[in-house]
């Protein structure tokens, strides 16, 4: 029998937090010990939204603009990001990670699949499939949800 969306969202709302949770335990731990995590976070934001913007940052985050402007200076003072002023728009500044910050993200990334392939192998080759199939699936959906 097909699941109704009702029971397709339940089962969502029920996996995706312990994922999730798992995955970003394993990225902390990963982390360098000196790195907080909303700068983590920052950096991973800012790596999935290039050029994003300070404010963009703080709700990112769930920050003020002042508390997610003292945690990008951190950043920037340490060589993470890099702070240019906006050709478009002289008001905004447009916020990137550097090499160095790129050097930290992959590593923890690169670790955290590891570990989650790790976790992922105890399935059968039709339930990893499954897996694949869903996720395909889902990113199609929300990405066109974010346009």
């Known amino acids: 029998m097909t699941p109704s969306p009702e029971e397709c969202a339940r089962e ?10 798992a995955i970003r335990a394993e990225m902390r731990s990963h982390r360098t010990p000196d790195l907080s995590v909303p700068q983590f976070r920052a950096l991973l934001f800012l790596r999935r939204t290039p050029g994003a913007s300070l404010s963009q940052v703080a709700d990112h985050l769930g920050l003020t603009p002042p508390s997610a402007s003292k945690l990008v200076d951190g950043l920037v003072a340490r060589g993470l990001l890099a702070r240019q002023d906006s050709q478009a728009d002289r008001r905004r500044v447009v916020l990137t990670v550097t090499a160095a910050g790129e050097a930290i993200l992959d590593s923890a990334l690169e670790s955290t699949q590891a570990r989650l392939a790790e976790t992922l192998a105890r399935l059968d080759g039709d339930s990893r499939a499954a897996v694949v199939s869903a996720m395909r699936a889902l990113r199609t959906l929300f990405r066109a949800g974010e346009r």
């Open 12 to 21: 969502v709302l029920d996996v995706v937090p312990l994922v999730m949770r």
